[in-house]
């Protein structure tokens, strides 16, 4: 079955306390990783796009990288403003119409 | 980047009464939209793929006849609950599909419906 899971569910960190979020998947023909961060009552906000196993982008503090089975997104010495729910979100050949898969999301928490 | 809008972001309305959702690519145009549902710390859960001059693509378990969407304009989709009941609350939100560059899907603000 085609799957995206993320772990852990939720992560407290304290500020500057590096850590990173899990993303596996079990879908076939990857077409896309995609990595968004949400705010409470809000719509998430697009972060990466990976497409290959070894490819990796950074932006300030995250950095994403993706292997064939998972991705990682890295978050070094958080700050509170980086507390946050973190979704990835796969896109694959079987998926009609170019539909996104999500993950159920990890919920950072940054403590000052 | 790419800017998607909602409008409303919030709206309160009466059980039985229909409540219409707009969603905007303002810098882009965008083919194909998707709108979701999205329950308190859940992730999001895809409702219908919607496509610029076409009927739109409802997943499994969806109502076509209570959620109608229409995708008039390659910047504009609009969703639409019919008859809304209480259950029918929920954040709703929107995407776009940016077919330059990344191909990525951004996302609008969303809308909270809240149905009495």
């Known amino acids: 079955e085609d799957q995206v899971t993320q772990s852990p569910e939720a992560l407290r960190l304290q500020e500057g306390e590096s850590s990173s979020l899990n993303c596996s998947y079990t879908?076939?023909?990857?077409?896309?990783l995609f990595w968004y961060r949400q705010d409470p009552g809000k719509g998430p906000e697009f972060l990466f796009t990976l497409y290959s196993a070894g490819e990796e982008k950074e932006k300030e503090r995250l950095k994403a990288t993706l292997t064939k089975k998972e991705s990682f997104l890295h978050i070094t010495a958080p700050k509170p403003e980086d507390s946050a729910t973190y979704l990835c979100?796969?896109?694959?050949?079987?998926?009609?119409?170019?539909?996104?898969?999500f993950g159920g999301g990890t919920r950072v928490l940054v403590k000052p | 980047g790419a800017v998607v809008s909602q409008h409303p972001s919030r709206v309160i309305c009466k059980s039985g009464t229909s409540v219409k959702i707009e969603c905007r690519s303002l810098?882009?145009?965008?083919?194909?939209m998707f709108w979701y549902r999205q329950f308190p710390k859940q992730s999001l859960m895809l409702m219908a793929t919607?496509?610029?001059?076409?009927?739109?693509?409802?997943e499994q378990g969806v109502e076509k006849d209570k959620f109608l969407i229409n995708h008039a304009s390659l910047t504009l989709s609009t969703l639409t609950v019919t008859s809304a009941h209480p259950e029918d609350s929920s954040f709703y939100i929107c995407s776009a599909r940016d077919r330059t560059v990344t191909d990525t899907q951004y996302f609008g603000p969303g809308t909270r419906l809240t149905v009495l």
């Open positions: 879908v076939s023909g990857l077409r896309g």
């Open positions: 810098d882009f145009q965008a083919t194909t």
């Open positions: 979100a796969v896109r694959y050949i079987k998926a009609a119409g170019n539909k996104l898969t």
């Open positions: 919607s496509n610029e001059g076409s009927k739109a693509t409802y």
